[in-house]
């Protein structure tokens, strides 16, 4: 026996799913008729492929209409004609987030491994050992040494360290591992006792520890003797330079 369908329902017939989706609501006895059964049947779309559906399946996460056939939706449960499916849009979400969790899950366990590692192929640092602290280049001159000489003052539980320097203590907490700023030396070269009782940051002890002006370029610009704190230089005990003034008399330079 065969099926007397609509000309328009059979021109809309393009792919292999369209073929599918009418033949699930043939089976379901929704199928195309008259157009006014068409009409009176308020048709909506899928939320998935956007065909039209006037079936009773929906999404069970995002309470939207879905055909209940592959690839438009999964199933979800299947009790009964109302079961519940999990649309073509849920399920990919849901798959990402879960590609996400276990993503994160890896680089998190890659971190402990890394940090275990460096446990083991380094001595932990204690109250009193030596460490040396590299100055990032901003922080320094292009001439000036890279790193600042210190003290371990104190140990936290989290693993980081308090350092101290011969011009302060630094503000900052540093770790110590293969993959982090601080590293040990040898040489004994200062004592706790030698930390002034004062905060400073690294850029500050840098400067302090510098041969030269420390980063970027210090001068006064004075056009008298620069012999007075009212010059720069002079009242920072530094000698005047190339760049504070040309052919001005100057009594605070190098002989």
């Not at 590692?117 to 204690?126: D, E, H």
């Not at 790193?147 to 203590?169: R, S, Y």
């Not at 056009?223 to 008399?249: A, G, I, V, W």
């Amino acid at each position: 026996m065969g099926l007397n369908m609509p000309d328009e329902v059979i021109d809309n017939i393009n792919t292999e799913l369209d073929l599918k989706v009418l033949a699930f609501s043939l089976s379901m006895g929704t199928g195309v008729g008259s157009p006014s059964t068409s009409t009176e049947n308020a048709q909506t779309e899928c939320v998935s492929c956007g065909k039209p559906y006037s079936g009773s399946h929906k999404c069970h996460k995002c309470n939207k209409l879905c055909h209940a056939i592959t690839p438009c939706s999964t199933p979800h449960s299947e009790e009964g004609f109302s079961a519940s499916v999990t649309c073509h849009h849920c399920s990919k979400e849901a798959e990402t987030n879960s590609q996400q969790e276990a993503a994160k899950e890896n680089q998190m366990a890659q971190a402990d491994r890394m940090l275990q590692r460096s446990a083991r192929q380094l001595a932990p640092l204690k109250v009193g050992s030596l460490v040396m602290v590299p100055i990032p280049e901003v922080d320094r001159g292009r001439a000036e040494f890279p790193n600042v000489k210190g003290i371990v003052m104190e140990v936290t539980t989290e693993g980081m360290h308090k350092i101290g320097t011969e011009h302060g203590v630094l503000n900052n907490l540093y770790a110590a591992n293969l993959y982090a700023a601080i590293t040990p030396c040898r040489e004994a070269f200062m004592s706790v006792e030698n930390v002034p009782d004062k905060t400073v940051s690294l850029r500050t002890a840098a400067n302090s520890s510098a041969m030269g002006t420390g980063q970027g370029v210090f001068k006064c610009g004075c056009k008298q003797k620069c012999d007075s704190s009212r010059c720069k230089c002079f009242k920072s005990n530094l000698k005047c330079n190339s760049k504070c003034h040309s052919s001005m008399p100057c009594d605070n330079k190098h002989e």
